[in-house]
């Protein structure tokens, strides 16, 4: 598809680290619109960095057909793409820390003084290397 048939998004976004309201309930950050086309390599960099360009908060003011400019309705998905832009993303843990947390959970409700106790504990399945992993693991 061809970036004349893509709709274009109008965004508002707003600058500062939170959002202030006065009186009306009218928000007193400064704000702009930002026209970009849905889907592009613009639009995905600019949701990418939204944040560390100072923006705080942003919602999708409109949408315009790609070749008609017409205005069409705003879909859910584009929306939610929008909002998820300030959620928190999982970050998948590394194979180190998932056999850490398997470590912990063989040891779960038990005390040991010495890394020995806890392999004899666990007949052997974990290496030397994994103990000391799980031993610096616990000091932090």
């Known amino acids: ?3 004349a048939k893509k709709p274009i998004v109008h965004l508002r976004v707003y600058k500062g680290l939170q959002l202030f ?35 705080n908060s942003i919602k999708v003011e409109k949408m315009l057909n790609g070749t008609t400019l017409e205005e069409i309705e705003i879909p859910k998905e584009i929306e939610v793409e929008v909002a ?5 993303k999982e970050v998948e843990l590394t194979a180190d820390q998932k056999r850490i947390a398997e ?3 063989l040891l779960e409700g038990k005390e040991f003084f010495s890394l020995s106790k806890i392999r004899e504990e666990l007949n052997n399945q974990v290496s030397w290397d994994e103990l000391r992993l799980y031993q610096a693991s616990t000091i932090i």
């Open 21 to 55: 309201y006065d009186a009306n309930g009218k928000v007193v950050n400064p704000n702009q619109i930002v026209k970009l086309t849905h889907d592009t390599i613009e639009w995905k960099n600019f949701l990418k960095n939204v944040q560390s360009l100072g923006f």
């Open 84 to 88: 998820d832009v300030f959620k928190k």
């Open 1 to 3: 598809m061809s970036n």
């Open 103 to 105: 470590i912990k959970n």
